[in-house]
């Protein structure tokens, strides 16, 4: 850097006063190492000197700077230097901070000082700058104010109470949480003690944790009570440690978070654990507990306990037909009026559904069983105002018997619900004790409920094929029958399981897939060249109150490019009477898809003509009941002629079933019958046996 050159040019700024040259060399080289940028500008911003600081700042040397200004160096644009010049130069000092911005893209903060130079008419000829860089330091100051808010935010946010406490038991600290509890400022709250803010019971309780704290003993976690502004209480669980902090007093900081929620759903669960929610009574877990404590009383005493369960008949129904709600009321009254029934019990539960249990401690023989029992039926059967018209129902009961303690709650229990089962099984609307014989049938029964619950979705199942036979002896179709190889047992037929698979509610995903095994073996005798042969399938209730049962056929049709007519389905009368609405506009839909429909066990529903012609069906199926005598008995033979007349009028074929015997085959014939099925053609047979029939026929 060449001194002079700056000098003489800062010289003849300053208006060319006379100054010692010695004196002036020493001055230069004493700002030009100075650690603080120092500069001098003239009116246009050009630079007269630069120290070795500001050229460093600049990346560049003294002399490339002198006689530029800053848009050689600096985004003038994003910098406030054009501004404090101004400012400088129109005779103003100027001490800020100002951000300059580099053209590598740093910006860095510097605490600048600028004032005006003037002539000696006063008039202003540039200005002279020093900037301290204060970047770093801006910085460190900016975390740590970041650091610092972002702490009081965290604390004041944190959902549990944080505190600091000296050792006389004064806050020191809390955040929103302990102040939202006490309902203060922290002004307020910082140097007060528990014994001011709360009662001194339970003052006193936290002061002793606080104790063994600072006296380095009690740091797990504990449950505290406090009470708050509110006057409640409010449960914690709380975590203190004591704090040392080099050259501080020590200190106590708690962390507490409140379970007062927490206990309350705590107590609640434990409730409904135990209680049932509908009627308030015990549950099944409670009337174990409270049964087991009365078999022990019982058996010291050498008294006998009975176990009774109670059942609603066609509960179901009622809940269908007349909606939950109503059925809700139904359970509640019950519940009442077995309390207010004047018979003495143990304890009573609402086990599930329409399900009630209790005991009658009181009944020392089984006449008294029974006579109690009468006179608690007797009450539950007078009607239930909760319709326009009274509601009656009736009841299924059964009772099991303790015996020297010999058999726990939950055997009593399962005996008396067999029991109960086996009523309902042989009537309803009576009760029956439970016996040995009982528990072998209800053990079978079990049984075969496991059994058939695992047979499904497993390969135990098959459909067998019976043909339907025309009046030329030709094929005109088969139905499918579903057969189940029970392990160990061998082919069980329908009506052995049917029943008990509709009642566990596995007949709806059986039903689909009787229907997939039917169409897969439609296609594979269209594709072995055997023609196009239907198949008519039964339909279950389930089924036929399933809206979504059309869209699952017609996916089933488009995959096996099955045609109109080739798959049937079957149905009974009586099932439309859950919902006839709905099973009309499904059977509509179907019919609409290009599924044949026809009536099973025609002629023995209870509304036949009624639903007749409202249904959209292509067959009838004429009852065996009917096809058994008409080759003897003249009235069943006209009986048969009638109906096939009738169904001919509404455009409808009749298929007889239960064709045994050629006189039967002739008789039905001269009656105009379409067609035949039944053990005089062909027993059901499998898959592989029904191929062969079709191609023995071909």
């Known amino acids: 850097m060449k001194i002079p050159k700056q000098a003489e040019a800062a010289d003849a700024a300053a208006g060319a006063q006379a100054v010692d040259p010695d004196q002036l060399q020493s001055l230069w080289t004493l700002v030009d190492n100075l650690d603080v940028l120092f500069y001098v500008k003239d009116l246009d911003g050009r630079y007269l000197f630069v120290n070795q600081a500001l050229a460093a700042v600049f990346g560049s040397d003294p002399a490339s700077i002198v006689g530029r200004t800053d848009e050689g160096f600096v985004d003038v644009a994003a910098s406030g230097i054009a501004a404090t010049d101004r400012q400088a130069l129109g005779s103003e000092k100027v001490d800020t901070d100002e951000v300059v911005c580099l053209k590598n893209g740093d910006c860095r903060i510097f605490r600048t000082v600028k004032v005006p130079l003037f002539d000696a008419q006063r008039r202003v000829t540039g200005l002279c700058g020093i900037s301290t860089d204060i970047t770093e330091q801006r910085r460190a100051i900016e975390e740590l104010v970041q650091r610092n808010e972002l702490l009081n935010t965290i604390l004041a946010n944190v959902d549990a109470a944080i505190y600091l406490k000296d050792q006389q038991g004064r806050y020191l600290y809390a955040n929103g949480p302990v102040l939202a509890l006490y309902g203060r400022e922290l002004s307020d709250l910082i140097g007060r003690t528990d014994r001011e803010l709360m009662p001194p019971e339970i003052a006193a309780r936290v002061a002793e944790y606080d104790a063994e704290v600072f006296a380095g003993e009690g740091g797990e976690m504990r449950e505290e009570t406090i009470i708050g502004a509110d006057g409640c209480k409010h449960h914690f669980r709380s975590r203190k440690v004591a704090l040392r902090l080099p050259g501080q007093p020590v200190c106590l900081i708690g962390f507490s978070s409140e379970i007062t ?100 401690p009181r009944a020392a023989t089984s006449e008294e069983v029974a006579r109690q029992l009468d006179q608690i039926r007797a009450f539950l059967a007078q009607p239930y105002a909760v319709l326009r018209q009274p509601l009656h129902l009736t009841f299924s009961a059964g009772i099991a018997i303790s015996s020297d303690g010999k058999y726990g709650a939950a055997e009593l229990l399962g005996r008396a619900e067999a029991a109960m089962y086996s009523a309902k099984d042989n009537g309803r609307d009576q009760y029956r004790f439970y016996s040995p014989e009982l528990g072998s049938t209800v053990a079978r029964r079990v049984e075969l409920e496991r059994d058939l619950r695992a047979a499904v979705g497993s390969t135990e199942f098959a459909l067998f094929y019976q043909p339907k036979m025309r009046r030329d002896g030709s094929i005109a179709g088969f139905e499918a029958l579903i057969r189940w190889n029970r392990p160990g047992v061998g082919m069980v037929a329908p009506d052995n399981f049917i029943p008990l698979a509709e009642q566990l509610g596995l007949l709806l995903h059986l039903g689909r897939w009787v229907i997939e095994q039917a169409c897969r073996q439609i296609a594979a005798w269209r594709d072995a060249g055997l023609g196009t042969i239907p198949i008519a399938v039964n339909l279950s209730t389930s089924q036929l109150t399933s809206a979504a049962l059309p869209d699952y056929v017609f996916d089933l049709m488009r995959e096996h490019r099955i045609e109109a007519g080739c798959l049937e389905m079957e149905l009974t009368e009586s099932m439309m009477m859950s919902d006839p609405d709905l099973a009309i506009a499904i059977l509509h839909r179907l019919r609409g898809g290009g599924v044949a429909l026809s009536i099973d066990d025609f002629g023995t529903g209870f509304s036949s003509m009624s639903y007749l012609r409202q249904l959209p069906v292509n067959y009838l199926k004429l009852d065996r009941s009917f096809v058994q005598n008409c080759a003897v008995d003249p009235k069943d033979a006209d009986l048969c002629a009638g109906i096939m007349a009738l169904a001919h009028k509404l455009d409808m074929h009749v298929v007889a079933e239960g064709v045994e015997t050629a006189e039967q085959h002739r008789t039905l014939t001269d009656c105009d019958c379409d067609l035949f099925q039944g053990f005089l053609f062909s027993r059901p047979m499998s898959a592989r046996a029904a191929t062969e029939f079709l191609q023995s026929r071909h």
């Not at 005493?301 to 809940?319: E, Q, S």
């Not at 519940?335 to 018979?343: E, K, L, P, T």
Request: aromatic share 6%; hydrophobic share 45%.
């Open 261 to 360: 929620e927490l206990r309350g759903l705590r107590t609640r669960l434990e409730q409904e654990r135990i209680t049932d929610s509908l009627t308030g009574l015990a549950n099944r877990v409670m009337f174990e507990s409270a049964l087991e404590e009365q078999l022990v009383m019982a058996a010291l005493h050498g008294a006998r306990l009975a176990v009774v369960i109670i059942d609603l008949d066609g509960f179901k129904y009622i809940n269908n037909t007349f909606g939950q709600g109503i059925g809700d009321q139904l359970i509640q009254l019950v519940g009442q009026r077995i309390q207010q029934c004047n018979v003495a019990l143990g304890s009573l539960a609402r086990l599930s559904g329409d399900e009630f249990a209790f005991t009658l």
